[in-house]
């Protein structure tokens, strides 16, 4: 194989009483791996983070990471604690503390955003974790609370969080690494079942949750591998729930045809016809549903051709609405992954599935991630020669200055204020003073 791999090594855990694993004792082992062989390339790069304090700089990391187009393997070892408020798994950092959750720990729907618009079969995540109360009680109930998407492999490990005495090692990602200095060339999921053995051996009690891929289809690739799962392993997927469909061949968003200004696409295939076409994101009151979720309006279905696709738009709100915002951001990512690789990235079909993905950040809470893909929405509209006084401008804008208005980390509003009043200058929206307004805030 010729792709340069990429490999990332993220161990982390909170300093003092509060570290439930010795989540850095397994790099010194996974370090003396050739990075080529975690890889599975010829060439390889390595991205080491020991106890990072700051989930913006972890997520930085891993989005350089995911932008390479090689393989990429992800070695996870640290602590799950669910955020209260929102009912989310994060993975605490060195600063994490029960109280400071929301601002210093990595919630796990980024993790699964980032991987999520990666090539489908690309991404292998081995994960060791040890997992609060709270988090345990939940994923024991349902192993889907941490699905990373259809396109990411993941095969990992979780034990309940020791309750008082010595923090747990991560014996089972140790075992990967012994697997790969051996030589042996094992697939995935033979390795998984052997590190699940060797885990089980060295740390027999408590009893863990293991987890494997599930047979999910990707596009182009057909179905994923079966998972042979190890003793007492259990599946990803949550037991009766219903799974949001990946990106099926022929994309669904076709908001409406591209400015003249758009690079043209006559040369690629004409896609097959749908059942349900996708709208175009409009403006609307920012509590009501969000634009890129809006109820289309249904056609005759074809009589001939190929088999209609299915409308992911609203199996991907229904799971943001059931707080399963991390499988939603990831098959949202992965839509707009199909849709930059059928579309290019000068395209509305692109467009719109960074506007669902700003709408799916809004409904997690998180107003500074959904700040930043409004932002990034705007832009790309006014690149596709869309007017300032275009209502699918404005509205991004808008949606941006609303969302910047609701971050409570003044850091993290200070860095993307720049770029909000740069578009704000160019967008005045029709909302009288709203440039002055937000020119006053800034200061």
């Known amino acids: 194989m010729s792709a340069v791999g990429t490999a990332v090594l993220l161990a982390a855990a909170p300093a003092g009483r509060g570290r439930a694993m010795d989540a850095a004792s397994v790099l010194p082992a996974l370090a003396a791996v050739p990075p080529g062989v975690l890889t599975g390339t010829t060439a390889a790069t390595v991205v080491?983070?020991?106890?990072?304090?700051?989930?913006?700089?972890?997520?930085t990391r891993l989005r350089a990471a995911a932008a390479s187009p090689g393989p990429l393997v992800v070695c996870l070892a640290g602590q799950l604690h669910l955020d209260r408020r929102q009912q989310l798994p994060h993975l605490a950092l060195a600063r994490t503390t029960p109280a400071t959750l929301r601002y210093t720990?990595?919630?796990?729907?980024?993790?699964?955003?980032?991987?999520?618009?990666r090539q489908p079969g690309t991404t292998t995540v081995v994960a060791d974790l040890a997992a609060d109360p709270d988090v345990w009680q939940r994923l024991t109930a349902a192993p889907g609370l941490l699905h990373l998407g259809p396109g990411t492999l993941l095969y990992g490990r979780v034990v309940p969080a020791p309750r008082k005495g010595e923090p747990t090692t991560p014996e089972y990602l140790r075992a990967w690494a012994e697997l790969w200095r051996s030589g042996a060339r094992l697939t995935p999921t033979a390795a998984h079942t052997e590190a699940a053995a060797r885990?089980?051996?060295?740390a027999p009690a408590p009893?863990?949750?293991?987890?494997?891929?599930?047979?999910?289809?990707?596009?182009?690739?057909?179905?994923?591998?079966?998972?042979?799962?190890?003793?007492?392993?259990?599946?990803?997927?949550?037991?009766?729930?219903?799974?949001?469909?990946?990106?099926?061949?022929?994309?669904?968003?076709?908001?409406?045809?591209?400015?003249?200004?758009?690079?043209?696409?006559?040369?690629?295939?004409?896609?097959?016809?749908?059942?349900t076409p996708v709208p175009a994101a409009r403006p609307v009151p920012l509590p009501a549903i969000p634009p890129a979720f809006a109820p289309a309006t249904p056609a005759p279905a074809p009589t001939s051709g190929p088999a209609p696709v299915v409308d992911p738009h609203p199996a991907i709100l229904a799971a943001a609405m059931a707080g399963r915002h991390g499988e939603a951001a990831a098959v949202a990512a992965a839509w707009e992954h199909e849709a930059l690789r059928r579309h290019g990235p000068r395209s509305v079909e692109a467009v719109h599935w960074t506007e669902v993905r700003a709408d799916l950040a809004r409904l997690a809470g998180e107003p500074a991630r959904s700040c930043e893909l409004w932002l990034a929405a705007a832009e790309a509209r006014l690149g596709l020669g869309q007017r300032p006084d275009d209502p699918d401008v404005e509205g991004a804008v808008d949606r941006a200055h609303h969302q910047w208005e609701q971050i409570g980390d003044r850091d993290r509003a200070r860095a993307l204020g720049p770029t909000l009043v740069g578009l704000r200058r160019r967008v005045p929206g029709r909302r009288p003073g709203a440039l002055a307004a937000l020119?006053?805030?800034m200061d």
């Open 48 to 59: 080491e983070l020991a106890d990072p304090l700051d989930p913006q700089t972890v997520l």
């Open 105 to 117: 720990a990595l919630p796990w729907h980024w993790l699964a955003g980032e991987l999520g618009a």
């Open 199 to 202: 885990a089980r051996t060295v």
């Open 207 to 275: 009893e863990p949750v293991f987890l494997a891929p599930m047979t999910v289809p990707t596009p182009g690739l057909g179905p994923a591998p079966v998972p042979a799962h190890g003793p007492g392993s259990a599946p990803v997927s949550a037991p009766g729930s219903a799974p949001v469909p990946a990106p099926a061949p022929v994309p669904a968003p076709a908001p409406r045809p591209a400015p003249a200004s758009a690079p043209a696409h006559a040369t690629r295939p004409t896609p097959a016809p749908v059942s």
């Open 439 to 441: 020119t006053r805030r």
